[in-house]
């Protein structure tokens, strides 16, 4: 029998800085759930819209997996690796803070907001040379399926790499359109994050920017109640 977890949209963490509206999946910063710490590796998921001209100032990381995927506008990173670029909806970008990495993220546009999902994974070993990644994907390529973007390091296919044995699929359904994903490892989970729309996971009803984990199963059968758009994320559930 598998588990589930639900999170959710409106039980998320919040927080309004005016330049900056985020939503936390999960604790971080300011919102603490000791319920809600991270589902296996993954660790966050935000969900931010950055004012016009505004953005985060260079800050540090180190030894996580950093994914942004822009869902609206233009998103302007640069960081002490010596990469600068304005990464838009379509691409993916992740970064290997490894021993450390400082990096900034503006919205790139005066005129709209930028939204983007930034997704922090735990690596499977610490302490690397900083790494950078950066795909862009055809959506035609996730139309009534589901398709990979990111995976781990060394798979030769499309999509940024990470370290960890960590591979995440968009996905964007007609209504009615099922699919059954196969999670890549027994000691893995999926966490299904959904965009936009209403979809069954499981059994379980979902709606526009709830979160559903399984685990404790090899396959999740996703089917779209209404055109859909979702994330799902097949992590480890041991870290």
């Known amino acids: 029998m598998a588990n589930t977890v639900l999170h959710q949209a409106v ?12 939503y936390h999946t999960f604790s971080f910063a300011n919102y603490y759930n000791p319920e809600r710490m991270h589902f296996g590796a ?5 969900d ?4 016009a001209g505004k953005g985060f100032g260079k800050h540090p990381h180190d030894n996580m997996e950093i994914i942004s995927i822009p869902l609206e506008g233009d998103l302007e990173h640069s960081d002490s690796m010596g990469n600068k670029t304005i990464i838009r909806k379509g691409d993916i970008q992740a970064m290997s803070a490894g021993t450390g990495v400082a990096h900034s993220e503006y919205n790139a546009n005066s005129d709209k907001p930028v939204k983007f ?7 499977d070993r610490k302490n690397i040379q900083p790494q950078y990644s950066q795909v862009t994907l055809q959506p035609a390529d996730r139309k009534n399926k589901l398709q990979q973007i990111v ?7 499309d999509g940024v790499t990470v370290q960890q044995e960590a ?3 968009l996905g964007d359904f007609e209504k009615e359109k099922q699919v059954i994903y196969e999670i890549k490892r027994k000691e893995n989970g999926a966490y299904i994050f959904v965009l936009k729309g ?11 920017r709830d979160g559903f984990g399984v685990w404790e199963t090899n396959k999740v059968s996703i089917t779209a109640d209404s055109d859909a758009e979702v994330l799902l994320m097949d992590v480890p559930m041991n870290i």
């Open 42 to 46: 993954l660790r966050v998921l935000n």
């Open 167 to 169: 591979w995440f699929s």
């Open 48 to 51: 931010d819209t950055v004012a």
């Open 198 to 208: 209403k979809v069954t996971v499981e059994g379980q009803k979902l709606d526009t």
């Open 117 to 123: 999902l930034q997704i922090w994974v735990y690596p």
């Open 151 to 157: 995976l781990p390091r060394s798979k030769d296919s």
């Open 11 to 22: 039980t998320r963490g919040h927080a309004d800085h005016g330049w900056l509206n985020s």
